[in-house]
């Protein structure tokens, strides 16, 4: 069984965002309420910093919720029988270019922040959910190589209860990712933990001279 880099499938679907944001006005936004600079409004697009990337997507989320929130409500109080939330913003879509586009762009933002919790959770189920609500969108921002490969992927983890069930057991216990510390909400990918570790050997004048020493090429491979 061969699990997918969650940090590099966060990162992919981040920079997969910043091709749907782009020319949207969005970095202008962020850079007028103070979020942030304009040039690193810009280097978000790319998320070229992850864990800032997803900061600034988290505001942008709530943002969006509630002014589609207000937008319902001042709907509500000019109608004698409103329509439910869910009605309201399906027929909203159709009508409202503006209103779809942005849609998308929160449902995309809760689908990313869907496959963090499943990482710090340690949930498998809801990681298979995750990858469901993510792959469409590599597909429709043109991101080639996760829009082919994370079906397989998809596919093998949808399948593994009967191919694989030891596999499985244990990728429900929330042996798929990695546990640092006991604390909750804080299990992070396996790719994630691979990163942090080269990061401990690679300070210090990084990896040059690494393979000249053997101590410290046999510590690097532990």
């Given amino acids: 069984v061969v699990m997918f880099g969650g940090l590099h499938i966060e990162m992919a ?17 962020l850079d007028e309420a103070a979020v942030a600079s304009s040039g690193s409004a810009e280097s978000f697009l790319t998320a070229s910093h992850i864990t800032k990337s997803r900061q600034v997507h988290q505001i942008t989320a709530c943002s969006l919720y509630r002014l589609k929130k207000t937008a319902y409500q001042e709907y509500c109080s000019a109608t004698s029988q409103p329509m439910s939330f869910e009605d309201w913003c399906k027929e909203a879509r159709p009508n ?5 586009f942005w849609d998308l762009v929160l449902n995309m933002e809760l689908a990313t922040f869907t496959l963090v919790r ?12 995750a990858l469901c609500e993510l792959i469409p969108y590599f597909f429709a921002n043109n991101n080639v190589n996760y829009a082919r490969r994370l079906p397989i992927h998809l596919q093998d983890m949808m399948t593994i209860d009967e191919k694989h069930p030891q596999v499985a057991q244990q990728f429900h216990r929330g042996n798929f990712v990695v546990h640092k510390s006991e604390r909750e909400f804080s299990a992070i990918a396996i790719d994630q933990a691979h990163e942090q570790n080269n990061a401990v050997i690679k300070v210090d004048g990084g990896a040059i001279g690494l393979t000249e020493n053997p101590a410290a090429l046999r510590r690097w491979m532990v």
């Fill in 118 to 129: 499943s990482f710090r959770e340690a949930n498998f189920s809801l990681y298979r959910v």
């Fill in 13 to 29: 679907a981040l920079k997969s965002m910043g091709t749907l944001l782009k020319d949207s006005g969005w970095t202008s936004c």
């Fill in 96 to 100: 409202s270019p503006q209103f779809h």
